[in-house]
């Protein structure tokens, strides 16, 4: 019998497979961490590899919670949630045993984790659409009544990861923080709630309403962030939503989705297809096409800023600014020099928690201070400057970036006849 591939791009898979092996990741090449233990040799081998050292992980640290030792216990914890969430995610295939067994003992592990966070951490359901998103929900010590984040992840995280449960950059920072997974993602999948080009927004507002209902929450001071993919759902949200009273986001991704599905490493489109159950590529290619935010990024009414590498594989900058320069002022666009899909513990921010500084900037937000005609264009350099507090350049491309005018083709590039086309 011939098994017709189910994406064109599926024939790439001993590409996949290589820079697996040699890299020690299946997205975002250009990064040098791996993330990947360098016992996988092949895309296949993730999730058992990687669930065995997340059984390890998690076997330290129920010896160390039996010992009495819950700092320890819950950093092991933490650390097994990772690995379990990335076992995870490298299957994409609905009522798959495996995958239902390493995204519970994500679901378990994080659980035992909040047992011992230093602020209260609760595990949510917040109904939707004749079913449930699960979210986990980060609240100040004690409870008090507090401006609240709304944070959506991208299309490879899940509620749990990214932003550190033991050290939360928004909670530090006196805020709370609600992290969902949104239709196509973690336990929306397991819940077959998939995506469509609409229901995201919808899931983020039906979390914006549990929020307003939740006694810990100032409804008045609600904020949203996106990292990756969530960039595009939390512009969607800020410009269906008055509700919401700032905007910031990472690895920014709002414009057109061709470069993540069809350049970037071939997972993307796999995960893609998975996630909204599309099966036929040519459908899904259909399905992709409305995946933009022109329509919404002019109705953005609250201040915004936007983050984004230089050379992002699956965010163009290009594409960044086509979408900047349709959202309102307050805006600031803040461009990473060499920078790449992912903004965390780069020297352009001194190696600082990234998310800490949205914070900070998302509080200035909240206090008045981004005036309404903020308009600020920011290159973030690799070392030598002040990060986001550095001054505002008036282009990120050359020659306006090495401090020129562009006055077009000089005498000598012209010639005497001129530019004649051949």
């Known amino acids: 019998m011939t098994m017709k591939l189910e994406r064109r791009r599926d024939n790439q898979q001993w590409i996949l ?33 990687v669930e065995k050292h997340a059984r390890h992980t998690e076997t330290i640290a129920r010896a160390a919670e039996k010992a009495g030792h819950f700092q320890t216990a819950a950093e092991l914890y933490w650390n097994a949630c990772e690995y379990y969430r990335e076992a995870q995610h490298a299957i994409y295939e609905d009522d798959n045993p495996e995958k239902i067994y390493l995204h519970g003992k994500l679901l378990e592990c994080f659980e035992r984790m909040s047992n011992y966070a230093d602020h209260p951490i609760e595990r ?38 990214r932003l550190d449960p033991l050290h939360h950059p928004y909670v530090m920072r006196g805020l709370n923080c609600l992290q969902i997974d949104g239709p196509g993602q973690g336990t929306s999948n397991i819940r077959k709630i998939r995506l469509t080009a609409d229901n ?60 993540l599905f069809e350049q970037a490493s071939p997972r993307s489109k796999q995960v893609g297809m998975y996630m909204a159950d599309i099966h036929d590529e040519d ?7 409305q995946l933009v935010i022109d329509e919404f990024a002019p109705n953005v009414a609250c201040p915004s800023l ?11 900058i290009e594409e960044v600014l086509d979408v900047y320069r349709l959202v309102p002022p307050p805006k600031e666009l803040w461009v990473i020099e060499n920078g790449f899909h992912n903004p965390i513990g780069t020297s352009n921010f001194g190696g600082t928690g990234f998310f800490g500084v949205l914070a900070d900037w998302l509080n200035d937000a ?7 005609d903020l308009d600020r264009l920011v290159l973030i350099p690799v070392r030598g400057g002040a990060g986001p507090y550095s001054e505002p350049v008036p282009g990120i491309f050359l020659p306006e970036r090495a401090g020129r005018t562009n006055t077009g083709l000089t005498q000598a590039q012209l010639g005497p006849a001129g530019v004649r086309r051949g």
């Open 17 to 49: 497979d290589y820079l697996t092996k040699t890299t020690g990741r299946v997205v975002s090449f250009s990064q040098d961490a791996r993330t990947l233990p360098a016992e996988v040799k092949s895309y296949k081998m993730i999730p058992r590899v």
């Open 124 to 161: 949510v359901e917040i109904p939707f659409e004749k079913n449930f998103i699960q979210g986990v929900f980060h609240m100040l010590p004690g409870r008090p009544k507090a401006a609240t984040v709304l944070h959506l992840p991208g299309m490879d995280q899940t509620k749990e990861s």
């Open 200 to 259: 995201y927004r919808r899931a983020a507002k039906a979390s914006m309403d549990w929020l307003c209902a939740r006694g810990e929450v100032d409804a008045e001071r609600l904020v949203v962030t996106g990292y990756s993919f969530g960039s595009h759902w939390a512009m969607e949200l800020a410009a269906i939503d008055d509700r919401v009273k700032a905007i910031a986001t990472a690895a920014a991704t709002y414009g057109p989705k061709r470069a």
């Open 283 to 289: 459908e899904f290619d259909a399905f992709a096409d």
């Open 306 to 316: 936007f983050c984004a590498g230089e050379y992002d594989d699956v965010g163009p």
């Open 366 to 372: 909240l206090a008045g201070k981004k005036p309404a």
